[in-house]
């Protein structure tokens, strides 16, 4: 079993940087790849950013450029390095874990205009 844990969300205005962390546990030797959705109200759960096993990155359109993802192998942790933030990503955000898809509790980002 793997446990998923973010932090790191809170209010921000328009224009300003925030960053994630999801921290893992458990058998997180079955973790193949690390991923960050978000889902605004009414709104289906959106795939961000996801960094593999062998370090490779990918980003959805709508926040390339301004997000980064990245890890440190010794933490057990991932990152999610949001600068430039606009008030259209306010929303949960959750940190998922591949294959088997695991899930952490999610963490509220606010963004002010």
């Known amino acids: 079993q793997v446990q998923l844990v973010e932090s790191g969300g809170g209010l921000v205005q328009a224009g300003g940087s925030l960053r994630l962390s999801c921290a893992a546990s458990g058998s997180t030797f079955s973790i193949k790849a690390i991923g960050w959705h978000r889902q605004a109200p009414g709104k289906q759960r959106e795939l961000l950013a996801v960094?593999?096993?062998?370090?490779?990155?990918a980003y959805a359109d709508s926040v390339k450029g301004r997000f980064i993802i990245s890890r440190d192998n010794d933490k057990n942790t991932v990152y999610l390095q949001m600068n430039s933030l606009k008030p259209e990503d306010t929303a949960v955000y959750y940190c998922?874990?591949?294959?088997?898809?695991?899930w952490g509790q999610g963490t509220q980002v606010t963004v002010s205009s």
């Open positions: 960094i593999r096993s062998d370090g490779s990155t």
């Open positions: 998922w874990g591949g294959p088997y898809g695991y």
